[in-house]
């Protein structure tokens, strides 16, 4: 397992609410408790969580944000479950609308030489340059700043784009999910992916299990908001009782 992984994992059993001590988490992950210690002081160190005296407990909101390529190797096989499942509810002549994002990305992979008619919105340069390639597909590239950490166009240029838009159904990324909403690290990030939502006639969050149970600094989505969460196998199942018993739909793909 990369470190990366780890610390988002470790954050992720943190945010549920728990004070975990060094020791449980060193067992947990078959490693040194050493290795833990230093984990917990780097997720210290960025605002992600806050030590105690032999463990650590949430620091109320998680500002850490991997990288593009960060969030490329985590989770892979999840991912992949995930866009397998969403390509396979979009029919041809749809008007989809992709999400900047690994999870989002995979959808693209899966959608490719599928030999269907779409219009694909995207504020991707990542997945747009995936799919530019198939010959079905037109793709409509949302304009914007281009935020490096995500590789996502954003801002009030990306905002107005969008407004002028209508799409038959979203697919759109969360870095956590809670029964209160989806969120995000960044605001220009959310003010764009509030856009999405609204544009959509549909709209579907894709999110592995590890984003389930936590929240961030910006709220993007309400529950309501949305059509369907997919998720991957590997999804606590309590988790998603708690938001079936609160009207969500949730496909384990």
Same mark, same amino acid.
């Given at each position: 397992?990369?470190?990366?992984?780890?610390?988002?994992? *470790?954050?992720?059993? #943190?945010?549920?609410?728990?004070?975990?001590?060094?020791?449980?988490?060193?067992?947990?992950?078959?490693?040194?408790?050493?290795?833990?210690?230093?984990?917990?002081?780097?997720?210290?160190?960025?605002?992600?969580?806050?030590?105690?005296?032999?463990? %650590?407990?949430?620091?109320?909101?998680?500002?850490?944000?991997?990288?593009?390529?960060?969030?490329?190797?985590?989770?892979?096989?999840?991912?992949?479950? *995930?866009?397998?499942?969403? %390509?396979?509810? #979009?029919?041809?002549?749809?008007?989809?609308?992709?999400?900047?994002?690994?999870?989002?990305?995979?959808?693209?992979? %899966?959608?490719?030489?599928?030999? #269907?008619?779409?219009?694909?919105?995207?504020?991707?340069?990542?997945?747009?340059?995936?799919?530019?390639?198939?010959?079905?597909?037109?793709?409509?590239?949302?304009?914007?700043?281009?935020?490096?950490?995500?590789? +996502?166009?954003?801002?009030?240029?990306?905002?107005?784009?969008?407004?002028?838009?209508?799409?038959?159904? +979203?697919?759109?990324?969360?870095?956590?999910?809670?029964?209160?909403?989806?969120?995000?690290?960044? #605001?220009?990030?959310?003010?764009?992916?509030?856009?999405?939502?609204?544009?959509?006639?549909?709209?579907?969050?894709?999110?592995?299990?590890?984003?389930?149970?936590?929240?961030?600094?910006?709220?993007?989505?309400?529950?309501?908001?949305?059509?369907?969460?997919?998720?991957?196998?590997?999804?606590?199942?309590?988790?998603?009782?708690?938001?079936?018993?609160?009207?969500?739909?949730?496909?384990?793909?």
């Amino acid at each position: 397992m990369f470190a990366e992984e780890r610390r988002l994992k *470790i954050s992720s059993l #943190i945010k549920s609410g728990k004070s975990i001590t060094v020791s449980e988490l060193a067992e947990s992950f078959n490693v040194s408790e050493s290795t833990i210690r230093r984990d917990l002081k780097y997720l210290e160190d960025i605002g992600h969580i806050q030590r105690t005296h032999g463990g %650590a407990i949430d620091a109320h909101y998680v500002l850490y944000e991997p990288s593009f390529f960060e969030k490329e190797n985590i989770e892979t096989s999840s991912k992949s479950q *995930i866009g397998k499942f969403a %390509a396979s509810l #979009i029919k041809s002549d749809d008007t989809i609308l992709l999400d900047s994002g690994t999870t989002t990305l995979s959808i693209a992979r %899966a959608l490719k030489g599928k030999n #269907i008619r779409l219009t694909v919105v995207t504020n991707s340069p990542v997945i747009a340059l995936e799919l530019s390639t198939e010959s079905g597909m037109d793709i409509v590239l949302i304009g914007g700043l281009l935020r490096k950490q995500t590789r +996502a166009l954003v801002g009030p240029q990306a905002e107005n784009m969008l407004m002028d838009l209508n799409v038959d159904k +979203a697919f759109i990324g969360t870095n956590g999910i809670t029964i209160n909403g989806c969120f995000t690290p960044n #605001i220009l990030e959310a003010e764009t992916k509030k856009k999405m939502v609204k544009v959509s006639s549909q709209t579907y969050i894709v999110a592995d299990h590890t984003k389930f149970g936590v929240s961030n600094f910006v709220k993007f989505a309400d529950i309501n908001d949305i059509t369907e969460i997919i998720t991957d196998k590997n999804v606590d199942k309590s988790k998603v009782k708690d938001f079936e018993e609160h009207g969500v739909q949730i496909i384990i793909s």
